[in-house]
Nanobody
């Protein structure tokens, strides 16, 4: 069984930064592509970023491109999401996910964390 635990969420002013972490346990971390998704209040879950296994190729949603950066540390079994220039519309519960294939489709991921709240005030 794979377990994912997010941390690093919180309240930040617009223009500020946060770094989310997602620690993975239970299986070989490097076997998994990792994704970040978010669910804004009253909205559907949406894709934020993904980072592939092996090559570490990164893909971002247009709404966060140039502001967010995902990275992974296979030695620490952890994936990160650095979020800069935050906007109020980035307010959401952020989830990390692990799966065999990197991509922007939530159902491609087999394991999910519990989520961490990010609130950006104007």
């Amino acid at each position: 069984q794979v377990q994912l635990v997010e941390s690093g969420g919180g309240l930040v002013q617009a223009g500020g930064s946060l770094r989310l972490s997602c620690a993975v346990s239970g299986r070989t971390f490097s076997d998994y592509a990792m994704g970040w998704f978010r669910q804004p209040p009253g909205k559907e879950r949406e894709f934020v970023a993904t980072i592939s296994r092996a090559t570490g190729q990164r893909t971002y949603a247009n709404s966060v491109k140039g502001r967010f950066a995902s990275s992974r540390d296979d030695a620490k079994n952890t994936v990160y999401l650095q979020m800069n220039s935050l906007k109020p519309e980035d307010t959401a519960v952020y989830y990390c996910a692990a799966g065999a294939v990197a991509g922007g489709v939530a159902r491609w991921y087999d394991y999910w964390g519990q989520g961490t709240q990010v609130t950006v005030s104007s």
